[in-house]
């Protein structure tokens, strides 16, 4: 009799593994996509929010500029940056990146608040 009960308990155990591995190969379609949209705080602590960040070819960022105004250039940029953003306060703006690389941008009110966007 306990031969037999381990034996039972080997046989559900491999079916159990067997059961588990062919449930995990197929695609689920209400998994999470990553994300192609991307948001930037311009902070009163005149710092950007995350500083730097990476998204897909094609992907856009929002620049959140709250109550102290800010703006975005791409000083010395490589082809293909989005444009400038002049001073803005309490408003947002979203540009797309089209193009891959990695992009610096400054605020040129405040010296030394700068991030960087790569794009992939």
Not at 34 to 40: A, K, W, Y
Not at 70 to 81: E, I, P, Y
Request: with cysteine.
């Amino acid at each position: 009799m306990l031969v037999s009960l381990h034996r039972t308990r080997i046989v559900l155990a491999t079916l159990g593994v067997a059961f588990l591995a062919a449930c995990g190969g197929g695609s689920d379609s209400t998994a999470p996509q990553p994300s192609s949209s991307f948001t930037v705080q311009a902070t009163p602590g005149l710092q950007f929010t995350p500083n730097s960040i990476t998204v897909p070819v094609g992907g856009s960022v929002t620049f959140a500029f709250g109550s102290i105004a800010h703006n975005v250039f791409f000083d010395n940029a490589a082809q293909g940056a989005p444009s400038n953003i002049g001073d803005k306060s309490n408003a947002s703006v979203t540009l797309t990146f089209n193009s891959a690389g990695t992009y610096v941008y400054n605020c040129h009110l405040h010296p030394g608040m700068q991030g960087t966007v790569v794009v992939q």
